[in-house]
């Protein structure tokens, strides 16, 4: 259920509805517009469709929200998200956020060195895994707390806020003490322990979709983040598993502008785990610009052949600067920066 506030509602007035609504049992979840405020209710209906809140001073409608996600619903926020990352940087915004760098942590110098390269080339968030989920239990798994020290250190020192993958509860609260943004990978999509544990973070999450997972699935772990005080969610489209093996993943570039119809989150692109190989990196970025997201997150890494993690998908720091380039005037045509 969605209650939409009166333009010129008072403070006084909210905090009554919000005392009312939590002595039903129920959760209020406060949206603050540019132009109005909004609440959603979370939890049995039933209850809202006999008590009256339309008499409440300062409430202009209540209206039932149909999907099953409630907070993630383009009907909870007519208008999209935009999550302050750092001072500069603000995803869901008319800039479009570029997240790059290695797969994996390897080690201090090399990080510092990527870290500049995508510096200079315009990226404004430095990635990189202390944590590896790995097919092969014998594939390098990340350096753990050493890797996010790492992570922390160079993002100071280059200027770049910072993004890395969180994998179980008991970790939540070390990677939100080193990194600016909880990644949640595509295998724990639907790890709802997990889920459950970011939402009570106040860090900005980038939730990635499954391999074989619906819009619909994503939202609904999306959901999960948002419920638990959490609004700070962006979804990521990193590719889905299909018949075609030409590529490591199908991107799906609908994805962008039906969650975009569907939901007021912030919509981010991975070609890099899409594309599985360096050189379709490119083209499929630039999709997700044309297609709306409003941001990419990019693999690049100087010696590819030596890189720990996913090497085959990584740029060199000069492709990733022209990749840049390009995407700047692409992104101008659309009334958008990079």
């Known amino acids: 259920m969605i209650i939409v506030l009166k333009p010129d509602a008072t403070q006084a007035q909210i905090d009554h509805i919000v005392k009312q609504i939590t002595k039903l049992g129920l959760k209020p979840m406060i949206s603050q517009g540019t132009e109005r405020t909004i609440i959603g209710v979370i939890g049995p209906e039933d209850i809202l469709r006999v008590t009256p809140l339309e008499v409440y001073p300062g409430v202009e409608n209540v209206l039932p929200v149909l999907t099953p996600y409630k907070l993630a619903a383009r009907e909870f926020k007519k208008e999209g998200t935009v999550i302050k990352i750092s001072d500069n940087v603000i995803v869901g915004a008319k800039k479009i956020v570029v997240m790059a760098g290695p797969c994996a942590v390897e080690n201090f110098d090399g990080l510092y060195e990527i870290g500049k390269a995508v510096k200079k080339a315009g990226a404004q968030v430095l990635r990189g895994g202390a944590f590896k989920p790995r097919t092969s239990p014998y594939s390098f798994q990340g350096l753990g707390e050493e890797g996010l020290k790492y992570l922390s250190q160079v993002g100071k020192d280059v200027g770049l806020a910072t993004v890395t993958e969180v994998m179980d509860t008991r970790d939540v609260a070390l990677v939100e003490k080193y990194a ?73 570039v609908s994805a962008v502008p039906v969650i975009k119809y569907l939901s007021h989150l912030p919509v981010i692109i991975d070609p890099s785990h899409a594309a599985g190989k360096w050189n379709l990196v490119s083209p499929l970025a630039k999709a997700g610009v044309a297609a709306g997201c409003d941001g990419l997150i990019i693999e690049v890494h100087p010696h590819p052949e030596e890189a720990l993690s996913d090497g085959a998908q990584s740029l060199l720091p000069e492709k990733f600067s022209q990749l840049m380039q390009e995407l700047k005037v692409l992104a101008k045509a659309l009334g958008r920066e990079i």
Not at 192 to 221: A, C, H, Q, W, Y
Not at 223 to 252: A, H, K, P, Q, W
């Open 180 to 252: 600016d943004i909880l990644q949640i990978g595509a295998r724990n999509m639907q790890n709802f322990n997990l889920l459950k544990e970011v939402g009570l973070t106040k860090k900005p999450i980038l939730l990635k979709r499954g391999p074989s997972s619906t819009i619909k699935d994503l939202l609904m772990s999306a959901e999960y983040i948002l419920s638990g005080g959490n609004l700070n969610v962006m979804v990521c489209e990193r590719g889905i598993r299909t018949f075609e093996d030409s590529t490591r993943n199908t991107l799906d």
